[in-house]
T-cell receptor
Framework: DTGVSQDPRHKITKRGQNVTFRCDPISEHNRLYWYRQTLGQGPEFLTY????????KSRLLSDRFSAERPKGSFSTLEIQRTEQGDSAMYLCASRPGDTQYFGPGTRLTVL | DQQVKQNSPSLSVQEGRISILNCDYT??????FLWYKKYPAEGPTFLISISSIKDKNEDGRFTVFLNKSAKHLSLHIVPSQPGDSAVYFC??????????FGAGTRLTVKP
């Protein structure tokens, strides 16, 4: 296991469509995080899981967003009825302790 | 609320010289600070960290300094190399919870 992986790396969709991203964390990392990054900004926290439990959600996570980690391993982030403002890089990170290790991200473009 | 700030969007230095990247924070409760480096089309890569109980941490060419009274930390890179050219993000965390990131500083090291 070489690190956090995310799929797809790029996604182009039309406004109003639903999209789902997947994150596979580093094995045995029990904490998994989702961030969103827009141009010129640092990553912004969206939500995190301790094993399969979703422990915290940011105000940025509107009701169109849902995240799951059903078996405490991989996680999915779904965005329903996408809007142009959802265009961003979506980053996943996992951590065993203080340090987070990021995946390469999924770049979403909403046309 | 931007609790972590990087006020310099860019920095340019000559190869071999020192690069100093700065970061300010507003929440005195943060207990752990990290620096990440990001290349285009990749996720952030962990670089170095420091606990709030320390004022300096060194790892090879990279040193992070923490001034808690000023709520300021800095990353020193000596000597700077062209391969260090990237965007550097400062991050802070509290009680192992979600990380807050600055907006990043783009470092360019000229040969």
């Amino acid at each position: 296991d070489t690190g956090v992986s995310q799929d797809p790396r790029h996604k182009i969709t039309k406004r109003g469509q639903n999209v789902t991203f997947r994150c596979d964390p580093i094995s045995e990392h029990n904490r998994l995080y989702w961030y969103r990054q827009t141009l010129g900004q640092g990553p912004e926290f969206l939500t995190y899981f301790q094993n399969e439990a979703q422990l915290e959600k940011s105000r940025l996570l509107s009701d169109r967003f849902s995240a799951e980690r059903p078996k405490g391993s991989f996680s999915t982030l779904e965005i329903q009825r996408t809007e142009q403002g959802d265009s961003a890089m979506y980053l996943c990170a996992s951590r065993p302790g203080d340090t987070q290790y990021f995946g390469p991200g999924t770049r979403l473009t909403v046309l | 609320d931007q609790q972590v700030k990087q006020n310099s969007p860019s920095l340019s230095v000559q190869e071999g010289r020192i690069s100093i990247l700065n970061c300010d924070y507003t929440n005195s409760m943060f207990d752990y600070f990290l620096w990440y480096k990001k290349y285009p089309a990749e996720g952030p890569t962990f670089l170095i960290s420091i606990s709030s109980i320390k004022d300096k941490n060194e790892d090879g060419r990279f040193t992070v300094f923490l001034n808690k009274s000023a709520k300021h930390l800095s990353l020193h890179i000596v000597p700077s190399q062209p391969g260090d050219s990237a965007v550097y993000f400062c991050a802070a965390t509290l009680n192992n919870n979600d990380m807050r990131f600055g907006a990043g500083t783009r470092l360019t090291v000229k040969p």
